[in-house]
C-alpha cells in the first residue's frame, strides 16, 4: 500500500532563513507528488507537483526516486508563508493519499 | 463561477441522528473525494468517484456512504451519527487523469 511520510510535525524558521519541509512516500508504482498548503481560515489548495517542475512563491520541490523523497524548499522565508503543507501522493488508481502534514511559522 | 461547494459549513447534531453532507461541484470532474480531516491533522480518504455510479471506500474505514447519481453532485450519509464521528470532512475534485485536486471549504460536525 501507498504512503507519505512527513516527519516533522511542527517546524519554526526565522524570516529569511531557508526553509525545507521533508516528505518521503512509499508506493511500487509511477508516483505523481504534489504539495499542498492550506493557509488560515482558507481551503487547502495545490502548491506545486512534480510533473509541472515549476517554483511557486518561491517554492521547489525535486522528486528523488531514488531517496523516494520529494521535499518542499526554499531559499529566504517570508511570514506569509506561516501555514499547513501537506505532501500527497496520487496512485495509480488515481487514489490522493496525503502526509499527516507540517505546520510551518516563519518567526519574523 | 466554477468552483466547489460544500454545505452545511457548520453542523451540531445528537447522537442517532441520520445527516447528509453535500458537496457540489460546477467544474464538470469526473473524479470525487471524501476526506476526514481532524484539527491539525492528516487527511484520511474515506471515499472516491470516478464518475456517476461509481464509489470506491478509500484508505480509512469509516461507517459514512455516498452516492454519485449525478456528475456535480457527491453527497455523504451517516444513518446514524456518534460522538466518535466528530471531525471536519473535506470534499475535493479532480479530472480524471489528472492530480490537481480542487478542495471544498469543509463541513465541521459535532455529534452531541
Known amino acids: 500500500a501507498q504512503r507519505v511520510t512527513q516527519p516533522e510535525k511542527l517546524l519554526s524558521v526565522f524570516k529569511g532563513a531557508p526553509v525545507e519541509l521533508k516528505c518521503n512516500y512509499s508506493?511500487?508504482?509511477?508516483?505523481?507528488l504534489f504539495w499542498y498548503v492550506q493557509y488560515s481560515r482558507q481551503r487547502l489548495q495545490l502548491l506545486l507537483r512534480?510533473?509541472s517542475r515549476e517554483s511557486i512563491k518561491g517554492f521547489t520541490a525535486d522528486l528523488n526516486k531514488g531517496e523516494t523523497s520529494f521535499h518542499l524548499k526554499k531559499p529566504f522565508a517570508q511570514e506569509e508563508d506561516s501555514a499547513m503543507y501537506y505532501c500527497a501522493l496520487r496512485t495509480d488508481d488515481e487514489k490522493l493519499t496525503f502526509g499527516t502534514g507540517t505546520r510551518l511559522t516563519i518567526i519574523p | 463561477e466554477a468552483d466547489i461547494y460544500q454545505t452545511p459549513r457548520y453542523l451540531v447534531i445528537g447522537t442517532g441522528k441520520k445527516i447528509t453532507l453535500e458537496c457540489s461541484q460546477t467544474m464538470g470532474h469526473d473524479k470525487m473525494y471524501w476526506y476526514q480531516q481532524d484539527p491539525g491533522m492528516e487527511l484520511h480518504l474515506i471515499h472516491y468517484s470516478y464518475g456517476v455510479n461509481s464509489t470506491e471506500k478509500g484508505d480509512l474505514s469509516s461507517e459514512s456512504t455516498v452516492s454519485r447519481i449525478r456528475t456535480e453532485h457527491f453527497p455523504l450519509t451517516l444513518e446514524s451519527a456518534r460522538p466518535s464521528h466528530t471531525s471536519q470532512y473535506l470534499c475535493?475534485?479532480?479530472?480524471?487523469?489528472?492530480?490537481?485536486?480542487?478542495f471544498g471549504q469543509g463541513t465541521r460536525l459535532t455529534v452531541v
Open positions: 512534480h510533473i
Open positions: 475535493a475534485s479532480s479530472y480524471r487523469g489528472r492530480g490537481k485536486a480542487f
Open positions: 508506493y511500487s508504482g509511477s508516483p505523481e
